[in-house]
Nanobody
Framework: QVQLVESGGGLVQPGGSLRLSCLAS????????MSWYRQAPGKQRELVAF???????NYVDSVKGRFTISRDNAKNTVYLQMNSLKPEDTAVYYC?????????WGQGTQVTVSS
């Protein structure tokens, strides 16, 4: 059983920063790729960033240069550093991993960018 718990969301002004964390249970963490997704009201959930077990990263175009995904295998944690936040970044952010052909999701953390 894999459990993912996100934290770090909140209300921030445009141009501000937040760092999201996702703590994973289990001993699989270092073997798995990890993803951050987001879902805004009325929109489909979209992939924001991905990091492989080896540390290779990829981002959706809209966050490139502003967001950074990283991982600390010793802490079973993946992070999403979000800088220069915009109102359109407002969404619930989820972390996700896949193991043995099963997707596991966290409960999500709300990020609101507003003045």
């Amino acid at each position: 059983q894999v459990q993912l718990v996100e934290s770090g969301g909140g209300l921030v002004q445009p141009g501000g920063s937040l760092r999201l964390s996702c703590l994973a249970s289990g001993r699989f963490f270092s073997e798995n790729g990890m993803s951050w997704y987001r879902q805004a009201p009325g929109k489909q959930r979209e992939l924001v960033a991905f990091i492989t077990s080896g540390g290779t990263t990829n981002y959706v175009d809209s966050v490139k240069g502003r967001f950074t995904i990283s991982r600390d295998n010793a802490k079973n944690t993946v992070y999403l550093q979000m800088n220069s936040l915009k109102p359109e970044d407002t969404a619930v952010y989820y972390c996700k991993t896949r193991r043995n052909s099963v997707d596991y999701w966290g409960q999500g953390t709300q990020v609101t960018v507003s003045s």
